[in-house]
C-alpha cells in the first residue's frame, strides 16, 4: 500500500471528513463518454486507472478515516464501481461512504455538496470538510501540501473556511490548458495580520496579459459545520449554484475566509474537454497507496 504519512494528528483525522463531489453530469465530455460519470474516465496517464481511484489512492497515504463520495448523474455506475473496491479491500468499509445527491445535483455542484447533511453521522457539530471535484486530477505533492497545511492551521477551522491558492504565470497555464478555459482568480485582504479573500474572480486565459501572474485558486475547499450552515441559510435567499458562488457571497456577509498559498510546481488539471484529455494522456505521475 506503500508509505504511509502522519500529516495529520489522530484528533484531525476523526474530526476530518474528506467530500468528493461526483454527482455533475460533465456535458461537456458526453459525447466522448455517454455513459461513464466523468470521475470513472480512465487515464492513460494515470496507469489507465479512473480520475477518482486516483484520487482515492492519493488520499489512502494520509490514513483518512472519512471519506465520502456524493453521487448524482449516473450515480449507480460510481456506486458499483465504489462497492467492487470496498468488496476488494474491506478495510475501505469503515472509512467510505456513498451519499445520494438524488436530483439536487441537477441544480448545481452546491446542491450536490449539500447532500451531505442528510447524514448525520457526517453532518456533525464537531466536524470540518475536506471538499474536492471528482473530476480533477490533483498531483500527490499538492494533497500532501494541503493536508500539511490544514495541520498546522487546523484550530483555525473552527473559526474560518480555508482556500488554497498559487500564484502563476500566464504562460504556464497556456501550455496546461486551452486559451478559453476559464480560471478562478483570487483577490486578497489581509485582516487581523491573515491573508483573507476579498473576491473569487473568472477570468479566461486568453483574456489576461502573457506577463501576467495570477492567485490561481486550487477547487480544494475547507468548511466547518457553522460555515454549512451558513451556506444552508444564504441558500434559502439567493439561487446559488456553486460553492465558489457562496463563498463570495459570505464575503459580502462580512465572513472572513482564510487563503493559504502552495508552490505553484504543484499541479492540478480540470477534466472538462476532450482536448484536456489528450493532454493528459502521457503524462505520467507518482501515487502513494496503489489500489487496482
Known amino acids: 500500500m506503500g508509505i504511509?504519512?502522519?500529516?495529520?494528528?489522530?484528533?484531525?483525522?476523526e474530526k476530518l471528513s474528506i467530500i468528493i463531489l461526483c454527482a455533475g453530469e460533465g456535458i461537456r465530455l458526453r459525447k466522448i463518454v455517454r455513459n461513464i460519470p466523468k470521475p470513472l474516465i480512465k487515464i492513460e496517464g494515470l496507469n489507465n486507472i479512473s480520475i477518482l481511484q486516483h484520487t482515492i489512492n492519493n488520499l489512502l497515504n494520509f490514513e483518512l478515516n472519512n471519506i465520502t463520495v456524493i453521487i448524482g448523474h449516473l450515480?449507480?455506475?460510481?456506486?458499483?464501481?465504489?462497492?467492487?473496491?470496498?468488496?476488494?479491500f474491506p478495510d475501505l468499509n469503515n472509512k467510505l461512504v456513498i451519499i445520494d445527491s438524488g436530483t439536487q445535483y441537477k441544480l448545481g455542484p452546491l446542491h450536490s455538496f449539500l447532500a451531505i447533511t442528510k447524514d448525520k453521522k457526517i453532518y456533525t457539530l464537531n466536524n470540518c470538510y475536506l471538499i474536492l471535484?471528482?473530476?480533477?486530477?490533483f498531483d500527490y505533492s499538492l494533497l500532501k501540501e494541503v493536508f500539511s497545511i490544514f495541520s498546522v492551521n487546523f484550530t483555525l477551522i473552527n473559526k474560518y473556511p480555508f482556500i488554497f491558492y498559487r500564484s502563476i504565470g500566464i504562460k504556464p497555464l497556456k501550455k496546461m490548458y486551452n486559451e478559453k478555459r476559464q480560471i478562478s482568480n483570487a483577490e486578497f485582504e489581509v485582516f487581523d495580520s491573515k491573508i483573507t479573500l476579498k473576491r473569487i474572480i473568472k477570468n479566461k486565459i486568453k483574456d489576461l496579459a502573457s506577463n501576467e501572474v495570477?492567485?490561481?485558486?486550487?477547487?480544494?475547499?475547507?468548511?466547518n459545520?457553522?460555515?454549512?450552515?451558513?451556506?444552508l441559510n444564504l441558500e434559502q435567499c439567493i439561487s446559488l449554484k456553486t460553492l465558489w458562488q457562496a463563498l463570495n457571497h459570505l464575503i459580502l456577509n462580512e465572513k472572513k475566509i482564510l487563503c493559504f498559498k502552495v508552490p505553484n510546481e504543484h499541479n492540478f488539471y480540470d477534466i472538462d474537454t476532450k482536448d484536456d484529455l489528450m493532454k493528459q494522456k502521457k503524462k505520467?505521475?507518482?501515487i502513494g497507496a496503489q489500489i487496482n
Open 225 to 231: 459545520y457553522d460555515n454549512i450552515k451558513e451556506i
Open 133 to 137: 471535484p471528482g473530476d480533477t486530477i
Open 284 to 286: 505520467k505521475r507518482t
Open 75 to 88: 450515480g449507480y455506475v460510481i456506486r458499483e464501481f465504489l462497492t467492487v473496491l470496498k468488496e476488494k
Open 4 to 13: 504511509k504519512l502522519s500529516l495529520l494528528k489522530n484528533d484531525i483525522k
Open 214 to 223: 495570477v492567485n490561481q485558486i486550487i477547487p480544494i475547499i475547507a468548511l
